[in-house]
């Protein structure tokens, strides 16, 4: 398990430029996540800030905090943010934090003879890894068209060795009264990413489609809602599409399921007044599960 995690948590210097942008994609939101990691046309709390910088400028003034026990824990995963609209503008920002613990590091008893079933390897030490980013986000628009940047810094600590970079993530977002769409392109330009050994990297745009119909449901006080977004690398063959599903009763209650990378999710919600609380669960069969806790508040 904790080799996987390695694997995961380290890709830029295990395999290159081409995942050098993999730590930013832990997912933030319970909502977003319980809908299977679809938030690119959704515009409904301060995570849009995350997902699309244009997002933020459909959503109230708010502040959103989660945490994320990803993998059974072993990678636990934070973010915060707030979002400030104002006339025909919105600002933010955003701070995520993720921090894999518990990573042994082993040895053999003889160094100098090839492992086996007489000299296998030991644990002598357990070391953690963390990757903080910080989101700088502004948007503007009208009640239909709104079009947003974020800039970002980052930082890495993967214990034998750190780096810093930043990027810039633009996006537009279309607000219609049953269907909302929205586009992105994170790392719009090629984002650095420079480590203490003198290395520099550079992550790989990555453009996202998102659709998300709402379907009201008068009779009963209900709505539903589905999104599908279409995830792309540039320079990376193939495509990922996450579906959600979401179904709110009198705008208090709410239901989701998704399907995210080929997993499934599953979550509820509770919103009372300017509050609001929400759970995802994310099931993986190889890093196992994942459970995300949001809260956010309208003031």
């Known amino acids: 398990m904790h080799r996987i995690i390695i694997l995961f948590t ?40 995350y997902f699309n910088p244009a997002g933020t400028f459909f959503i109230q003034r708010s502040v959103h905090l989660m945490h994320a026990e990803n993998f059974a824990g072993i990678v636990k995963n934070d973010f915060g943010a707030i979002v400030l609209p104002r006339g025909n503008m919105s600002v933010g920002v955003g701070l995520q934090y993720v921090h894999t613990s518990g990573i042994k ?12 079933s007489n000299n296998l390897p030991i644990a002598y030490d357990t070391v953690g890894t963390s990757d903080v980013l910080f989101y700088v986000n ?37 607000n219609l009264d049953y269907l909302k769409v929205g586009i992105v392109v994170r790392d719009f330009i090629l984002s650095p990413l420079v480590w203490s050994s003198g290395r520099t990297e ?10 998300a119909p709402v379907l009201p449901i008068a009779a009963i006080n209900s709505e539903i809602t589905i999104e599908a977004d279409i995830v792309k690398v540039l320079d990376v063959s193939g495509f990922d599409v996450n579906l ?14 998704g399907i995210y ?16 609380v929400d759970y995802a669960f994310m099931k993986h ?15």
């Open 285 to 299: 069969p190889e890093l196992s599960n994942t459970n995300k806790f949001s809260a956010g508040m309208r003031f």
């Open 10 to 49: 380290v890709p830029a210097l295990l395999i290159g430029t081409k995942y050098a942008g993999e730590f930013q994609e832990l997912q933030v939101g319970a909502r977003a996540c319980a809908m299977g990691g679809t938030g690119i046309a959704q515009f409904s709390d301060a995570t849009s800030l």
């Open 244 to 257: 959600g599903f979401e179904y709110g009763y009198r705008d208090i209650l709410f239901g989701r399921m």
């Open 202 to 211: 550079t992550i790989l745009p990555k453009i996202a489609l998102g659709l």
């Open 261 to 276: 990378c080929g997993n499934y999710t599953l979550g509820v919600g509770l919103q009372y007044k300017r509050f609001t």
């Open 105 to 116: 590091l082993t040895t053999l008893p003889d160094t100098t003879a090839p492992p086996g």
């Open 138 to 174: 502004g948007s503007k628009g009208n009640d239909r068209l709104s079009v947003g940047a974020n800039i970002k810094v980052f930082y890495r600590d993967l214990n034998a060795i750190t780096g810093f970079g930043g990027g810039l993530d633009v996006g537009a977002a279309l």
